[in-house]
């Protein structure tokens, strides 16, 4: 459990995977994405299509973290939402539109 006086600072997420506008094959592809934050990054949760799918803790992790999700496609357009939070509750969040064929 960490402690700081003050951090008005919210996660950074990046490399996000799949990206904006990719088009998927396959019938499972890794979805992930890092995040950092200036003191440290307590969670970071995944949604495709607005359904709560997979929430990673980074306990442990001080400034760095990755989530990974195995996820058995289904083919059409989609969403994928990651929100990146932080020890002190301020939170970022990052949305990509992709689709499968």
């Known amino acids: 459990y960490k402690v700081y006086s ?3 600072a919210a996660p950074t997420l990046y490399w996000p995977n ?4 990719q088009v998927i094959t396959g019938r499972s592809s890794w979805v992930q994405v890092s995040a950092t ?11 495709i299509d607005n359904v709560p799918t997979s929430t990673t803790a980074c306990d442990g992790i001080p400034y760095s973290c990755t989530l990974y999700y195995d996820w058995s496609t289904v083919k059409g357009s989609h969403t994928a939402t990651f929100v990146g ?10 949305t990509v539109s992709f689709s499968v064929n």
């Open 18 to 21: 799949p990206y904006e506008g």
């Open 85 to 94: 939070t932080d020890w002190m509750g301020n939170s970022n969040s990052l």
């Open 37 to 47: 934050d200036d003191h440290a990054v307590k969670t970071i949760a995944l949604s």
């Open 6 to 8: 003050a951090d008005s």
